[in-house]
C-alpha cells in the first residue's frame, strides 16, 4: 500500500526554513495523508540546531492548534527529534525520533554533520585521519542509542555517509558499511529491529519550499523517513509488512 507521509520534519522551531502551518498546507495540496513535525531537542551543546527550552513549549502549543485546525484535512503528528545526549524530558509527544548528531569525545561534543573540510578535519584530529575509528564510533555511539529512551523511529543511521566525498577513492563506502558490522553494532542491531522505522538521510536533507519530489527506497526497512526542513521535498513512502 502507497501513502504519503512524513515524519521527519523540521520547521522554523529548530533549523528548517518554513513556519509549520506553510508546510502542512503544501502537504494537503500535495495529497499527503498525514504530517509529523519533529522539532530537533534543546542541546546545550548545539543552541543554534535546536530548540530552545521555551521555544519547546511554544512549538508543542502551535502543533497542538495546527493539528485542531487540520483536522479534517490531514492528521498532524507532534514529534521530537531527540539526540543521544539532550538530557531533556520526552513526554508529551506523539512520537519520538532517537539520533546521533555528536560524538562524546572526554567532555567534548563534536559535531560531524557539517561541511566536508570539517569532516575531514575530525577525522584527523579526533581519530588520527582512521576513516574506519571514526565511523565504529558512531555506530558504537547510535548501538547505545535505545538507553536514553524508548523510541519509535532512528534517525538516519547512514549520516555519516553524508560526506563520502571527504575520501578520494572507494575504500570510504567499503569502511562505512564495514563499520556498521563491527561488534557491538553487529549484536546491537537485533535491538534495533523492535523499532518499526529506520530513517534514511543521505541525500534527502532539504529547506527550501519548492517542489516535493524526491522518493526513497525503502526496501531495506519498514519505512524509510526523509528528513524534511520545507515543504518543498516531500516524498512518497510505501508500507511494508
Known amino acids: 500500500m502507497n501513502y504519503k507521509q512524513n515524519l521527519h520534519t523540521h520547521s522554523t522551531f ?9 508546510m502542512i498546507v503544501e502537504a494537503i495540496k500535495k495529497g499527503f495523508d498525514s504530517i509529523g513535525f519533529s522539532g530537533h531537542s534543546y542541546m546545550h551543546y548545539s543552541p543554534d540546531h535546536s530548540m530552545s527550552l521555551e521555544g519547546t513549549d511554544a512549538y508543542k502549543s502551535e502543533i497542538a492548534r495546527l493539528k485542531e485546525k487540520y483536522k479534517d484535512s490531514i492528521k498532524v503528528f507532534c514529534g521530537l527529534e531527540f539526540d543521544m545526549y539532550s538530557q531533556i524530558d520526552l513526554s508529551g509527544y506523539d512520537y519520538l525520533i532517537g539520533a546521533v548528531h555528536y560524538l562524546l569525545y572526554g567532555n567534548e561534543f563534536v559535531g560531524f554533520d557539517r561541511r566536508q573540510d570539517v569532516v575531514a578535519d575530525v577525522i584527523n584530529r579526533y581519530y588520527g585521519g582512521d576513516g574506519m575509528k571514526y565511523a565504529k564510533a558512531y555506530y558504537n555511539a547510535l548501538s547505545n542509542l535505545p538507553q536514553y529512551g524508548k523510541f519509535d523511529i532512528v534517525a538516519h543511521f547512514d549520516l555519516i555517509t553524508k560526506r563520502d566525498h571527504i575520501v578520494s577513492d572507494e575504500s570510504w563506502r567499503a569502511i562505512r558499511y564495514d ?6 553494532m553487529e549484536h546491537d542491531l537485533q535491538g534495533f529491529r523492535k523499532y518499526r522505522v529506520a530513517g534514511a538521510n543521505v541525500g534527502y ?3 527550501k519550499a519548492i517542489d516535493f519530489s524526491k522518493s526513497v527506497d525503502s526496501s531495506a526497512w519498514p519505512v524509510a523517513v526523509m528528513v524534511e526542513r520545507e515543504k518543498s521535498d516531500w ?5 511494508r509488512p
Open 14 to 22: 529548530c533549523d528548517g526554513a518554513d513556519i509549520a502551518e506553510e
Open 235 to 239: 516524498g512518497e513512502f510505501v508500507e
Open 179 to 184: 563499520a556498521m558490522w563491527q561488534p557491538p
Open 205 to 207: 536533507d532539504a529547506r
